[in-house]
């Protein structure tokens, strides 16, 4: 697989994926509840979760400019066709997941966090597999991204996108969760791993009274 075959379906695949996974979700979700689940970026401005969502943003952006810029050959990745074809696997697996966890979160589906609301604890589908599915299956096809593409600019990517969850999930949702679900959530995640299963699991609620 040439370079400029591999820059076209990164693009053509990232572009798909984030228009299906935001856009189309968005529109799909305001059909149905009359919000579009977008709720911005948290925090006060310059505060660590705002810091959060300004790297999300860059993430998306850096992502597609990755592959537009080897397209137009202003940079020029390193040539690897199995490692392109394993990149395509994951970014494909990436955005499918991304939709179904999205589908199973139902109504709860949310783009940031508004602290006055009251949703749904979701823990079913793939929620009973990991607790932020969405942001697993998001990190796999920013990874495949960065496979087919391997240059300096797709890698930052990766890494902002990272930053962006590790803040959003940690210091923004799930404080609200444990607000929101005191019990239910601190049972929740004794029994289902962060990102990856059986990973980033909490005390269970027995071990901590004692």
Same mark, same amino acid.
């Given at each position: 697989?040439?370079?400029?075959?591999?820059?076209?379906?990164?693009?053509?695949?990232?572009?798909?994926?984030?228009?299906?996974?935001? /856009?189309?979700?968005?529109?799909?979700?305001?059909?149905?509840?009359?919000?579009?689940?977008?709720?911005?970026?948290?925090?006060?401005?310059?505060?660590?979760?705002?810091?959060?969502?300004?790297?999300?943003?860059?993430?998306?952006?850096? /992502?597609?400019? /990755?592959?537009?810029?080897?397209?137009?050959?202003?940079?020029?990745?390193?040539?690897?066709?199995?490692?392109?074809?394993?990149?395509?696997?994951?970014?494909?697996?990436?955005?499918?997941?991304?939709?179904?966890?999205?589908?199973?979160?139902?109504?709860?589906?949310?783009?940031?966090?508004?602290?006055?609301?009251?949703?749904?604890?979701?823990?079913? /589908?793939?929620?009973?597999?990991?607790?932020?599915?969405?942001?697993?299956?998001?990190?796999?096809?920013?990874?495949?991204?960065?496979?087919?593409?391997?240059?300096?600019?797709?890698?930052?990517?990766?890494?902002?996108?990272?930053?962006?969850?590790?803040?959003?999930?940690?210091?923004?949702?799930?404080?609200?969760?444990?607000?929101?679900?005191?019990?239910?959530?601190?049972?929740?995640t004794a029994k289902v791993g962060r990102f990856l299963p059986g990973l980033?699991?909490?005390?269970?609620?027995?071990?901590?009274?004692?």
């Open positions: 697989m040439s370079v400029q075959t591999a820059s076209l379906l990164a693009l053509g695949l990232y572009a798909a994926g984030v228009i299906a996974t935001f /856009g189309v979700r968005s529109w799909m979700h305001r059909r149905r509840t009359g919000s579009t689940g977008f709720r911005g970026i948290s925090g006060t401005p310059r505060s660590i979760e705002w810091w959060g969502g300004v790297l999300f943003a860059a993430a998306i952006v850096l /992502g597609a400019a /990755g592959p537009a810029l080897a397209l137009a050959d202003l940079i020029v990745p390193p040539q690897s066709p199995g490692l392109a074809w394993f990149g395509i696997i994951l970014t494909i697996i990436g955005f499918l997941g991304t939709l179904a966890a999205q589908s199973g979160m139902g109504a709860s589906w949310r783009i940031g966090v508004d602290a006055t609301e009251h949703t749904d604890l979701v823990t079913t /589908g793939l929620f009973a597999v990991v607790r932020n599915p969405v942001f697993s299956a998001m990190l796999t096809a920013m990874t495949g991204i960065a496979l087919m593409i391997p240059t300096p600019v797709s890698a930052t990517a990766l890494a902002c996108l990272f930053l962006a969850v590790e803040i959003q999930v940690r210091l923004v949702e799930e404080p609200y969760l444990n607000r929101t679900h005191p019990h239910t959530y601190a049972r929740y980033g699991r909490t005390q269970p609620i027995d071990t901590l009274r004692h």
